[in-house]
């Protein structure tokens, strides 16, 4: 009987929580609690180079006519937490597009990898750079060849991410990008990248709708009054 009381509590509050619910905005920057002086808590990780700044370039940079692949994260503090995610999306700024191709595909994944770890950057790893692109997927998201270096795009995060992000609460939550579409050939530029140049500068924001305060209250009293109702 608890048991269904329970269920029937959950399912009331994600119904509730799936209307139009009224919600607030909060935001979270990787410049919030840097691991690094003077660095976002953004950058990226290869197998065979070794990161120096908190750049967030995503996809293939040449040496000697070589490609070599750049996964990038991004690590937000979430220490200021307390309420519940309904949705999140990440943006960050565009900086420069050195691809051939008209658009490029971004996957968005979990990292297991702690952010001391993360922000090492002072040795190659081919786990951690393993790790930025072959977790639970957040999304894809396509970024076209058009457009201004200052123009900020926003990624839209799927209900994996949400869960985690609710999960990681009160500690810091990490995002992980790789470039899905890279053919393995360099173009006139060396690269074949999006967020080139970025050099850890611009807006890279987690961007969280959480309940009002009236709602989480109507959600309580709702939930009150069918664990009553049950038990009548």
């Known amino acids: 009987m608890r048991a269904r009381l329970i ?11 799936a209307t139009d ?9 990787t410049s919030q609690s840097p691991f690094l002086s003077g660095w976002n808590n ?11 700044s908190d750049n967030y370039f995503t996809g293939n940079s040449s040496v000697y006519g070589v490609p070599h692949e750049h996964r990038s994260y991004f690590t937000f503090d979430l220490a200021t937490l ?3 995610a309904l949705s999140a999306t990440l943006e960050v700024a565009r900086y420069d597009y050195v691809s051939s191709a008209p658009y490029e595909t971004i996957g968005l994944f979990e990292v297991s990898t702690s952010p001391a770890d993360l922000h090492v950057h002072k040795q190659t790893s081919a786990s ?17 060849s058009g457009g201004q270096p200052n123009d900020v795009l926003s990624f839209p995060l799927n209900a994996d991410a949400v869960s985690d992000i609710n999960a990681a609460h009160g500690g810091f939550f990490s995002i992980g990008g790789a470039l899905l579409t890279l053919d393995g050939t360099i173009g006139d530029s060396g690269s074949e990248a999006i967020f080139s140049s970025s050099g850890g500068g611009g807006p890279q924001r987690l961007i969280l709708q959480v309940p009002e305060p ?12 069918l664990i009553r109702r049950r038990r009548m």
């Open 7 to 17: 269920a029937g509590l959950i399912a009331s509050i994600g119904a509730l929580l």
């Open 21 to 29: 619910a009224p919600a607030q905005v909060i935001v979270f920057d």
């Open 42 to 52: 953004s950058g990226w990780w290869s197998e065979t180079q070794i990161p120096t």
């Open 82 to 84: 307390t309420e519940v």
């Open 128 to 144: 951690i750079f393993l790790d930025l692109g072959s977790g639970r997927s957040y999304g894809t998201s396509v970024v076209s």
């Open 214 to 225: 009236a709602t989480i209250t109507l959600l309580a009293f709702g939930g009150l009054a």
